[in-house]
């Protein structure tokens, strides 16, 4: 009957573990307007909060702007000289933020001066748990409970079966 202990274990473990998982594994992909003559400085605060693994995806009118990644250096002097990457193809150009850092992205066609750059910070992902932003914690906690509430139970409802079995 030892192995059925054992296989009732292992289900309980499993399941544990399955809704330790964060609830959001799917990345966020946020959309940049990259158009000359605007100032996106307040883009970022707008935006945030970014997460390691999301994708800024740069839409832009072919032949009117770049997207220069660029360290802090070269951001606050809107200089391309030292970059880190360069493109400049196509319409759309998607980026994925895969550090928990700051990144830098200017338009090296001169409308840096007026505002065409940002400064994007990602952050780890929130453990499901403790979500750090405040203003979410409600909204994130009820989805948790939700989703798994009924993988609890069912988990709960074998569990008592097996054990039953023994
Ligand atoms: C980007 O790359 C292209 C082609 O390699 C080059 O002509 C251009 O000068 C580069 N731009 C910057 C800002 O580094
Ligand atoms: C962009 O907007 C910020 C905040 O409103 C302002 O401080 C800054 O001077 C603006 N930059 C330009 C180039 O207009």
């Keep these: 009957m030892a192995g059925r202990r054992m296989a009732a274990c292992a289900v309980l473990v499993a399941v544990v573990a399955c809704a330790a998982l964060p609830?959001?594994?799917?990345?966020?992909?946020?959309?940049?307007?990259w158009a000359p003559n605007t100032n996106y400085s307040g883009w970022?605060?707008?935006h945030a909060p970014f997460y390691k693994g999301d994708w800024l995806v740069f839409y832009y009118t072919a032949g009117q702007a770049d997207v220069i990644q660029v360290d802090?250096?070269?951001?606050?002097k809107c200089d391309a000289t030292n970059a880190i990457s360069n493109y400049s193809k196509g319409r759309t150009y998607a980026f994925?933020?895969?550090e928990t850092k700051t990144y830098y992205f200017?338009?090296?066609?001169?409308?840096?001066?007026?505002?065409?750059?940002?400064?994007?910070?990602?952050?780890?992902?929130?453990?499901?748990?403790?979500?750090?932003?405040?203003?979410?914690?409600?909204a994130a906690a009820?989805?948790?409970a939700s989703s798994h509430a009924a993988l609890f139970y069912a988990?709960?409802?074998?569990?008592?079966?097996?054990l039953r079995m023994v």
Excluded: H, W
């Design 155 to 162: 988990a709960a409802t074998v569990l008592a079966a097996l």
């Design 23 to 33: 609830a959001t594994t799917t990345a966020n992909k946020i959309s940049v307007n």
């Design 106 to 138: 200017i338009c090296s066609y001169g409308y840096c001066f007026g505002g065409m750059r940002l400064a994007i910070k990602t952050e780890k992902l929130p453990p499901p748990s403790s979500p750090s932003s405040g203003k979410d914690k409600s």
């Design 72 to 76: 802090e250096t070269g951001y606050n």
């Design 96 to 98: 994925e933020l895969n």
């Design 44 to 46: 970022e605060k707008q």
């Design 142 to 144: 009820a989805a948790f």
